[in-house]
């Protein structure tokens, strides 16, 4: 007599005799995969990119004379202003930035630095130390004094 059996009744003899069959009737084998699988996938996930975690690398960072915090805000600043996220792929990078060095306009002490033209339509950034150490932020395009 010849005896019809289904699809999954095959697979299940298969794996049985390959191995071993586990409850449910899948094979100890295969379910090990699986669980192989499904750690890799998720131990291969990138974690997302944000701006508290990115540590971006720049010629200027450290030799500005200005906290490393300070230094690099200014990227931050800038991305925040056009719109970019650090993740972007074409967003402003620290790197894009030529710092050109200080001026005084008599109190304060100015960093300036030479923003790329394809991000924003000012000439430059700058970094303004108050007389009470304060640091502010900004982007124009005032010339740059003549020492």
């Known amino acids: ?41 998720i131990s291969n996930k990138q974690k997302p990119i944000t701006e508290q975690t990115y540590l971006e690398v720049a010629d200027w960072f450290g030799k500005t004379g200005l906290p490393e915090q300070i230094e690099r805000s200014l990227p931050r600043y800038l991305r925040k202003q056009i719109g970019q996220f650090v993740g972007d792929r074409d967003a402003l990078k620290a790197s894009d930035l030529k710092y050109l060095g200080t001026r005084s306009d008599g109190l304060d002490k100015v960093h300036y630095w030479e923003l790329p033209a394809q991000h924003l339509p000012q000439k430059y950034a700058y970094i303004v130390v108050d007389s009470d150490g304060q640091a502010h932020i900004g982007v124009g395009d005032r010339p740059i004094p003549q020492q």
């Open 1 to 41: 007599m010849i005896r019809t059996i289904g699809q999954g009744t095959v697979f299940a003899l298969l794996a049985a005799i390959q191995g071993g069959v586990a409850a449910g009737g899948q094979s100890t084998d295969y379910k090990m995969q699986l669980q192989q699988k499904e750690f890799e996938a």
